[in-house]
């Protein structure tokens, strides 16, 4: 593992624990060389996914991008970091779990909506505004109609228990 400050190959582990449920090992690691501390994260890849964009442009699905388009979109909401890392592992999960080397990046825009609709839903308008590249004010008032009336049909159903 190359050193993030000096690009040195000489680093140690200094401590190693499962996180995000038993999903990863995170690792504290110091440089020898320059003395820095970073952390890295070892996940399971099921296998090597791939984006198609709407270019029709192939490239390789990224988790990091997902986990800074979630950050973005619930920027100062009150949403834990650990629950943003469990919401985007478990998109990542989906896709693997879809069997398909390569995966459409509309696929992965409708689960992350699908996600934000559930944790918070401004997170999700910003999101949606963004993906769906909203032009005028109709295009909120859609998506804002869409969302009330999830939320009228989520209360017709009774009391849920969050998780």
């Given at each position: 593992m190359r050193c993030p400050y000096c690009a040195s190959e000489k680093t140690?582990?200094?401590d190693s624990r499962p996180s995000e449920e038993g999903q990863a090992i995170r690792r504290r690691?110091?440089?020898?060389?320059?003395?820095?501390?970073f952390t890295t994260f070892e996940?399971?890849?099921?296998?090597?996914?791939?984006?198609?964009?709407?270019?029709?442009?192939?490239?390789a699905f990224d988790r990091e991008k997902l986990l800074r388009s979630v950050e973005t979109a619930v920027?100062?909401?009150p949403i834990e970091p650990e629950r943003i890392e469990r919401m985007v592992s478990g998109i990542?999960?989906?896709?693997?779990?879809?069997?398909?080397?390569?995966?459409?990046?509309?696929?992965?825009?409708?689960?992350?909506?699908?996600?934000?609709k559930g944790?918070?839903?401004v997170a999700y308008i910003r999101f949606a505004s963004v993906y769906?590249?909203?032009?005028?004010?109709?295009?909120f008032q859609e998506v804002l109609?869409?969302?009330?009336?999830?939320?009228?049909a989520g209360l017709e159903a009774g009391p849920t228990r969050k998780l």
């Amino acid at each position: 593992m190359r050193c993030p400050y000096c690009a040195s190959e000489k680093t140690q582990v200094k401590d190693s624990r499962p996180s995000e449920e038993g999903q990863a090992i995170r690792r504290r690691r110091v440089c020898e060389d320059c003395g820095g501390r970073f952390t890295t994260f070892e996940r399971v890849q099921l296998r090597d996914l791939v984006v198609i964009k709407r270019s029709g442009r192939r490239v390789a699905f990224d988790r990091e991008k997902l986990l800074r388009s979630v950050e973005t979109a619930v920027r100062k909401r009150p949403i834990e970091p650990e629950r943003i890392e469990r919401m985007v592992s478990g998109i990542a999960r989906q896709l693997e779990n879809l069997g398909e080397p390569e995966v459409p990046s509309s696929a992965i825009g409708e689960l992350v909506m699908e996600a934000l609709k559930g944790a918070d839903p401004v997170a999700y308008i910003r999101f949606a505004s963004v993906y769906r590249d909203f032009r005028e004010a109709a295009d909120f008032q859609e998506v804002l109609g869409d969302l009330a009336h999830g939320l009228e049909a989520g209360l017709e159903a009774g009391p849920t228990r969050k998780l």
